[in-house]
């Protein structure tokens, strides 16, 4: 009986230590900082559902972690037990949401954007391969590397 006490509190004994390094999930995507405070030095930042190690669990505002072989304190409210679900955007691949602007003329132009072949009304591919509808040439694919090709 003795010897399976002894035993039974070893294993209590070993499994307490291992709880003391328990794995966490990012909630969100997540600073991981020198030090406990928000105005602290970011040593990286952690993508949402990464996980990470806790050295000592705690009922604390800001927790040490280790990610990679970096320690570092995060907010403990973005943490979780349990991994993030995925999300619509996670999934999804981003839609696109058409922008514009308005041109020296006074008119509202859609701004250079990214298609799978030439959409109607474009005049020019960018270096970075928008498709610019630019009803000038001046400053056509401006701030997208300039004009590849006119169409």
Request: proline fraction near 3%; charge should be positive.
């Amino acid at each position: 009986m003795k010897k399976k006490l002894l035993l039974f509190v070893n294993l209590l004994i070993v499994f307490s230590a291992i709880a003391q390094n328990s794995v966490r999930y990012t909630t969100v995507r997540l600073n991981l900082r020198e030090d406990a405070n928000a105005s602290s030095n970011v040593i990286a930042v952690l993508p949402r559902g990464t996980v990470v190690n806790v050295a000592k669990e705690c009922d604390c505002a800001w927790i040490l972690v280790s990610y990679e072989g970096k320690e570092g304190y995060v907010s403990s409210k973005y943490l979780s037990y349990t991994q993030p679900a995925q999300t619509k955007h996670s999934i999804v691949k981003h839609q696109q949401r058409t922008k514009y602007y308005i041109n020296s003329a006074g008119e509202r132009v859609q701004s250079p954007t990214h298609y799978q072949s030439v959409p109607a009304g474009a005049t020019a591919l960018c270096w970075d391969g928008t498709y610019s509808f630019s009803q000038s040439r001046r400053g056509t694919c401006s701030h997208h590397g300039g004009v590849k090709i006119w169409l």
